[in-house]
């Protein structure tokens, strides 16, 4: 527990603005980690307490009540400064003459930018009258960026370019980029943006993706949506129909406090391969209505579900997912300071889940396993979340999750 309320104290002092009750939680936080601090000397981890560091930790919640957010003396940008023009340029050198070598390394550095920066504008110019909408929007199946053109933009602007997928969706709604391809793969809801490849991972029948995925209930579910919507879906005659299936997904959010814009994050629905026999299926918050208040609202209206596939029907524009969900427990541990969740299985023993618009999904989520005192011994990093059932909904994954999750 005293080092969960250290955890606490650290993540709430990182908050970018504060009110007198979001201060009032730091020094809680702080007050509680020295109520219990004693279990880890009586544990014979430490012998005392007399460290420096500590001590400081005293002078944090006055000095936001005089000075404001701690983040603004952030000394990152100088000692990533430090970095980049003293340690990276002095590993080169023969550790002899630092300071003339560091320089002659920077100033052979910054002529080479400057040659590729001037080739790369020559080469946009000549270039020029291309198809400016499509190169938006075309990424390779992997979402991978262009190397080349990240090296570029780091030194032909004072910070990288971060993609605003939610600018861009609003623009393929204004019809401002008439060649896009439709459906958009491209699209926003009011919290959060998706980017989708042009081209689908794979394309299979529903039988097919069942059997690729394991996904027995596939189908069923499938029928069960467009039943719901009125749509027609006849079962059996829709089963050899063609499923687009994608691996993956961009998603983008916006930051709790300011609402700026985040980086993009990418989901995963990866089958079971040769490298990985049990596949990749990234768990993620999922709001249970169309619209909803992520993440000011928290959990409340969300449940948390492990991603499955991603998809849409050959003959329909909309993007869908499979998604199996977790029973969340109704206390919060006092120890962990985390859910605690549970496979949400049916009476014949399978896991439940059910498909939902892919523009359901609000965040990714991050799990711990629950493996209690003793680990099972078949449990490895690419085996323990399908062969596990009992979860923590880890709210330390980041800290725009840990004030989703804790300051509602």
């Given at each position: 527990?005293?080092?969960?309320?250290?955890?606490?104290?650290?993540?709430?002092?990182?908050?970018?603005?504060?009110?007198t009750?979001?201060?009032?939680?730091?020094?809680?936080?702080?007050?509680?980690f020295?109520?219990?601090?004693?279990?880890?000397?009586?544990?014979?981890?430490?012998?005392?307490?007399?460290?420096?560091?500590?001590?400081?930790?005293?002078?944090?919640?006055?000095?936001?009540?005089?000075?404001?957010?701690?983040?603004?003396w952030?000394a990152?940008?100088t000692?990533?400064?430090?970095?980049e023009?003293i340690?990276?340029?002095?590993?080169?050198s023969?550790?002899q003459?630092?300071n003339?070598?560091?320089v002659r390394?920077?100033?052979q550095?910054?002529?080479?930018?400057?040659f590729?920066?001037?080739?790369s504008?020559?080469?946009?110019v000549?270039?020029?009258?291309?198809?400016?909408?499509?190169?938006?929007?075309?990424?390779?199946?992997?979402?991978?960026?262009?190397?080349?053109k990240?090296?570029?933009?780091?030194?032909?602007s004072?910070?990288?370019?971060?993609?605003?997928?939610?600018?861009?969706?609003?623009?393929l709604?204004?019809?401002?980029?008439?060649?896009?391809?439709?459906?958009y793969?491209?699209?926003a809801?009011?919290?959060?943006a998706?980017?989708?490849?042009t081209?689908?991972?794979?394309?299979?029948?529903?039988?097919?993706?069942?059997?690729?995925?394991?996904?027995?209930?596939?189908?069923?579910?499938?029928?069960?949506?467009f039943?719901n919507?009125?749509?027609?879906?006849?079962?059996?005659?829709?089963?050899?129909?063609?499923l687009?299936?994608?691996?993956?997904?961009h998603?983008?959010q916006?930051?709790?406090?300011?609402?700026?814009?985040?980086?993009p994050?990418?989901?995963c629905?990866?089958?079971?391969?040769s490298?990985?026999?049990?596949?990749?299926?990234d768990?993620?918050?999922?709001?249970?209505?169309?619209?909803?208040?992520?993440?000011?609202?928290?959990?409340?209206?969300?449940?948390?579900s492990?991603?499955r596939?991603?998809?849409?029907?050959?003959?329909?524009?909309?993007?869908?997912?499979?998604?199996?969900?977790?029973?969340?427990?109704?206390?919060?541990?006092?120890?962990?300071?985390?859910h605690?969740?549970?496979?949400?299985?049916?009476?014949?023993?399978?896991r439940?889940?059910?498909?939902?618009?892919?523009?359901?999904?609000?965040?990714?989520?991050?799990?711990?396993?629950?493996?209690g005192?003793?680990?099972?011994?078949?449990?490895?990093?690419?085996?323990?979340?399908?062969?596990s059932?009992?979860?923590?909904?880890?709210?330390?994954?980041?800290?725009?999750?840990?004030?989703?999750?804790?300051?509602?």
């Amino acid at each position: 527990m005293a080092i969960r309320t250290l955890l606490d104290f650290r993540y709430l002092a990182q908050a970018p603005s504060f009110t007198t009750r979001s201060i009032d939680r730091v020094a809680s936080a702080l007050q509680e980690f020295h109520n219990h601090k004693e279990a880890i000397v009586s544990q014979g981890v430490r012998a005392d307490w007399k460290i420096p560091k500590l001590e400081l930790l005293q002078s944090v919640v006055p000095s936001i009540r005089q000075s404001g957010a701690v983040m603004q003396w952030s000394a990152d940008i100088t000692e990533h400064a430090h970095v980049e023009e003293i340690k990276v340029p002095a590993r080169v050198s023969n550790n002899q003459n630092y300071n003339s070598q560091i320089v002659r390394h920077l100033d052979q550095l910054d002529k080479c930018f400057r040659f590729d920066l001037a080739t790369s504008l020559e080469h946009r110019v000549n270039k020029e009258g291309g198809d400016k909408d499509s190169s938006d929007l075309d990424v390779d199946e992997e979402h991978e960026p262009d190397a080349e053109k990240i090296h570029l933009s780091d030194y032909s602007s004072p910070t990288r370019r971060l993609l605003n997928y939610f600018s861009i969706s609003s623009s393929l709604l204004l019809s401002a980029r008439p060649s896009a391809r439709k459906p958009y793969c491209t699209f926003a809801t009011a919290t959060t943006a998706f980017h989708l490849a042009t081209k689908p991972s794979l394309r299979l029948t529903v039988d097919e993706a069942a059997t690729t995925y394991q996904l027995p209930a596939l189908e069923g579910a499938i029928a069960t949506f467009f039943a719901n919507r009125d749509t027609c879906f006849q079962g059996r005659e829709h089963a050899t129909n063609k499923l687009y299936i994608w691996h993956k997904v961009h998603v983008q959010q916006l930051s709790y406090h300011d609402r700026n814009l985040l980086p993009p994050q990418t989901l995963c629905a990866i089958p079971p391969a040769s490298a990985n026999p049990y596949g990749r299926y990234d768990p993620v918050i999922v709001s249970v209505h169309p619209q909803s208040d992520w993440p000011r609202s928290g959990l409340a209206g969300h449940s948390v579900s492990q991603l499955r596939i991603i998809f849409r029907l050959s003959r329909s524009d909309l993007f869908l997912a499979y998604v199996q969900h977790f029973n969340i427990a109704t206390n919060i541990s006092p120890v962990t300071g985390m859910h605690l969740l549970k496979r949400a299985v049916g009476g014949n023993g399978q896991r439940v889940g059910e498909v939902i618009p892919l523009t359901h999904i609000r965040s990714p989520a991050h799990l711990v396993p629950n493996f209690g005192r003793v680990a099972h011994s078949c449990l490895t990093s690419l085996s323990s979340y399908e062969l596990s059932n009992d979860f923590w909904l880890n709210k330390y994954f980041s800290k725009e999750f840990y004030y989703a999750l804790s300051l509602t």
